[in-house]
């Protein structure tokens, strides 16, 4: 296989100035095999070693912003930049070879509203209507006894969004299970698409109150009422709940930057935001040990074994 390359000249000056020539000087063919070594030395010279790596992490799962982790590791922001969708492409792969014929019993999921690129009233026209600018959703499972997240996903709030992701809900537990959601109608389709009638669901309904005069803009109203409502099979109604998915919720504004308010720290593309997110559920399905339970979620659902750390999820990046 042949490339041809073209080579332009600057015409040196006795000043030592340079003048930019647009004439190609001469046309070259040389085989492809020759820029192997050139690669290879590019990819090296560039690599950060395994302990920035984990520094890095480090940082970037315990809140960090970019530009602070970049501070922090005394590395330049670019690095950051780069090294964070590489990492966070590893952890997905990674968790969607480990979380299958799970064991699970009882499953609550929720949705946590962010932003990409901007707002959505402040969307472009050329933009509007794309999805990764405006409004994010993420769409999020978790096993009510062992805290494990086995599914996530990134995208809007309707129904096409909820149907992939009961789908791929379904696909990783091994037995019947108690699921939990809100009221959101999106899942009503979406669960009997993907479980039919193998499935124990009900719907938590919350009613809140409308209190006029009430700066509502940064807190919801109160909720003054919840409805459960069975929808398939037998669902237990002391386990109907969605209190663990919504802690989680949590969880998940206080150790990620994009998810904090009134900030600049959002994500500006839907791709970095997705790396973030599965960055940060490999710790803490992973790495981080839960209070209650003493162990890390992984290791009560009997995905592994060990606590893990910051250094094995960086070591994932070497296993590609």
């Known amino acids: 296989m042949l490339i041809i390359g073209r080579l332009y000249y600057r015409q040196y000056i006795s000043t030592g100035r ?115 600018f405006g409004d994010v959703w993420t769409w999020v499972a978790i096993d009510a006894d062992t805290k494990l997240v086995p599914s996530f996903m990134v995208g809007n709030r309707g129904a096409k969004a909820a149907k992939v992701f009961m789908d791929d809900l379904a696909s990783r537990l091994a037995d019947r299970v108690q699921l939990t959601t809100d009221g959101h109608r999106a899942y009503l389709q979406a669960v009997e698409s993907a479980f039919g009638s193998e499935i124990d669901y009900a719907m938590l309904v919350k009613i809140y109150g409308n209190e006029s005069g009430y700066d509502t803009k940064y807190s919801p109203p109160e909720c003054i009422d919840c409805q459960t409502v069975a929808i398939t099979g037998t669902p237990d109604p002391a386990h109907i709940s969605t209190s663990f998915v919504e802690r989680q919720n949590l969880t998940m504004r206080m150790n990620m930057r994009r998810f904090t308010r009134l900030t600049n720290a959002f994500s500006k593309k839907v791709d970095n935001h997705l790396a973030a997110i599965a960055l940060h559920y490999m710790h803490y399905n992973f790495c981080r040990i839960h209070k209650t339970l003493r162990i890390t979620p992984a290791m009560a659902a009997g995905v592994t074994d060990r606590v893990w750390d910051i250094s094995d999820i960086a070591a994932l990046l070497d296993s590609k």
């Open 18 to 132: 340079a003048v930019a020539a647009t004439k190609p000087l001469k046309r070259y063919n040389f085989p492809i095999d020759m820029l192997e070594p050139l690669k290879y030395n590019m990819i090296i010279m560039n690599r950060l070693d395994a302990n920035q790596r984990a520094k890095i992490i480090a940082a970037l799962v315990e809140g960090n912003s970019l530009r602070a982790t970049a501070r922090m590791c005394d590395v330049a922001f670019n690095t950051v930049l780069k090294l964070s969708p590489q990492i966070g492409q590893a952890c997905l792969e990674y968790q969607d070879k480990a979380f299958r014929n799970l064991r699970c019993k009882r499953i609550q999921c929720d949705e946590i509203w962010s932003f990409c690129y901007a707002k959505e009233k402040n969307i472009p026209s050329d933009k509007a209507g794309q999805f990764g």
